[in-house]
């Protein structure tokens, strides 16, 4: 059984993927508690996909795909609110056009890579694929999301619940959200190196939501998805190795599975326990 | 808005000798609406007063609102508050939302909540400290919240959330404190409870803006009501405004008494002719 566990993380590679897997997760995860209440799951999902043109234009010219992916995010998040500014356009049809626009976008200047094993790896992830130079990067990027959160906490959690009340005193709550898209960017970029640009929504949403039946503090959301997410990452990495399966799905499918089994058994707002209580259409919001 | 327009780097202090409010002039409108929302509206507000903001739906009483704890630009005119240009210094003015604008399932303690009156003075990468920490306990004992301190604001009663929305503006200790329909759907212990603390407000110099529906706690609670339709409609003792002619014009109703029975009846007017009879309440007030 221990070295059921153990022994693969002998393979260097397994060790560069469990290592990077386990701070992407955690990176996605402090964000996903933001992108949970804030209800920017199809924001981030559109993120993963208009990030794709940066990171293909940076790898045609050899430039780093971080940078790539972050100036892509940030055309993403000032393109969405340019065009709902007004109220012309809704929010969701903005970031339903810059989604499909710069995805295809970024597919057209892909099928001029020759490679279809470049593109797997962008669509669907390769987290056993990361170099220590990649880990390097993904560091610093969960340090400047980690910090950003915390200095910024109260700033996010003030504009999340209240934005007439930040407005009233004098905190701009689009100053803050084009914060928080821009750590999303950085984290979409992350986490697409684990589960690639279709699935990286799921370390965003999936551990926060699962956290968030557990839990209905903020900071305990946070650390608890931090902790569900390295949980997934290393089951995904262990159930890839010993079944021959790619990590990437396994890792979501992981994730899937936790969010499930605590949508139905959480202690409190678990779907048997209000079956027994007998208030299972409440929750009205 | 600027960025430093947050947090603690206000240093303008209150002009001596100058009303709380002085709006001059203000009009607004939304986007590409033709109609403005609010015209020439023009209105002092003093020191220690208690002000009921009535009128119909979309009578721009939010905007008017919204606009002094600028939350919207100004378009034309001028407000001052405390003798300084609307937006100059944040934390003496608090707004206490109307419900729908809040997000209640948000996990945030009540005592979160009311420390954020306190980030008015805190502002960015600044944490609260004893002298914040302590406003909040008292504001929460004042408004009977402390046992609750650590629920989920959303697991509280309406009322009891509204109790922790006004703690959060006594934490602020603001100067002057806006309300934008705060009594719908509250029971009545909570309504007094509100209404004694903003008698405790204006009693210290503090100046209260409510805007209402309620019409029936106006000659109770309040020292001056503002009857706005778009405009300045009428100013002055509740008395003085809550007439049949104000009613009129600004519901496009008419009270008409029965000679026989004594009864009131409304009659509906559309271009001032009656097209309708019925029951006042309901209609009206909603």
Redesign the interface.
């Known amino acids: 059984m221990v070295s059921f566990l153990i022994d693969p993380f002998s393979l260097s590679f397994m060790q560069r993927g469990l290592v990077g897997g386990i701070l992407i997760g955690m990176t996605c995860a402090v964000l996903g508690a933001f992108v949970v209440w804030r209800g920017m799951a199809f924001i981030g999902d559109a993120m993963a996909h208009t990030v794709l043109p940066g990171i293909v234009i940076a790898f045609l010219n050899g430039a780093s795909l971080f940078v790539g992916a972050l100036i892509a995010g940030i055309v993403t998040a000032v393109g969405i609110g340019w065009f709902s500014k007004d109220g012309q356009v809704r929010e969701d049809s903005a970031i339903g056009i810059m989604f499909s626009g710069l995805f295809a976008l970024g597919i057209a200047l892909l099928s001029r890579v020759n490679s279809y094993q470049d593109l797997s790896h962008i669509l669907f992830g390769n987290v056993l694929g990361v170099s220590w130079g990649d880990i390097a990067a993904i560091t610093v990027v969960l340090i400047i999301v980690g910090a950003g959160v915390a200095l910024f906490y109260k700033e996010l959690v003030v504009t999340s619940f209240d934005p007439g009340h930040a407005r009233a005193i004098g905190l701009s709550p689009a100053t803050v959200r084009y914060g928080l898209l821009i750590l999303l960017a950085l984290a979409v970029v992350s986490g697409i190196q684990a589960v690639g640009v279709v699935m990286v929504v799921s370390l965003l949403v999936t551990p926060a939501a699962t956290a968030s039946l557990l839990t209905k503090r903020l900071d305990q959301v946070i650390v608890l998805g931090a902790g569900l997410s390295v949980l997934g990452t290393v089951t995904g990495l262990l159930a890839s190795f010993h079944l021959d399966i790619a990590t990437g799905p396994v890792i979501v499918l992981t994730l899937t599975g936790f969010f499930i089994l605590t949508f139905l058994f959480a202690p409190k707002q678990g779907w048997l326990m209000r079956l027994m209580d007998g208030d299972l259409p409440r929750r009205a919001n | 808005?600027s960025?430093e327009?947050?947090?603690g780097s206000?240093v303008v202090p209150a002009v001596s000798g100058h009303p709380a409010l002085v709006i001059q002039d203000l009009t607004y409108s939304y986007?590409?609406q033709a109609k403005s929302a609010l015209f020439e509206v023009s209105l002092t507000v003093q020191r220690g007063q208690k002000v009921a903001l009535i009128g119909p739906n979309g009578a721009g009483k939010s905007t008017l609102i919204?606009l002094i704890?600028?939350?919207l630009p100004l378009q034309q005119g001028q407000i001052e508050i405390y003798g300084n240009a609307v937006?100059k210094c944040?934390?003496r003015?608090?707004?206490v939302?109307q419900r729908s604008?809040?997000?209640?399932?948000?996990?945030?303690?009540v005592r979160?909540?009311v420390m954020?009156g306190r980030?008015?003075h805190?502002g960015?990468?600044k944490?609260p400290g004893k002298v914040d920490r302590e406003a909040v306990q008292n504001a929460l004992e004042q408004m009977g919240m402390a046992d609750f301190a650590d629920r989920?604001?959303?697991?509280l009663s309406g009322g009891q959330q509204q109790r922790v929305m006004l703690a959060?503006t006594l934490a602020?200790n603001a100067d002057l404190v806006l309300m934008d329909e705060p009594l719908n759907n509250l029971d009545v212990p909570t309504q007094e409870l509100i209404f004694h603390v903003l008698e405790d407000l204006t009693a210290e110099g503090k100046t209260v803006i409510v805007s209402t529906h309620d019409l029936g706690v106006l000659p109770i609670h309040f020292n001056r009501a503002i009857f706005l339709d778009q405009r300045v409609i009428s100013d002055g003792s509740v008395e003085e405004v809550l007439t049949a002619e104000t009613l009129a014009r600004a519901y496009g109703v008419r009270l008409c008494t029965d000679p026989e029975t004594g009864a009131v009846t409304v009659e509906q007017l559309v271009n001032n002719r009656p097209v309708s009879r019925g029951d006042t309440h309901g209609q009206l007030f909603d």
């Open positions: 808005m960025l327009s947050y947090g206000c986007g590409s919204k704890a600028s939350m937006g944040h934390h003015v608090a707004y939302p604008d809040v997000d209640w399932q948000f996990p945030v303690s979160q909540v954020m980030y008015a805190l960015w990468l944490w989920q604001i959303g697991e959060r602020q």
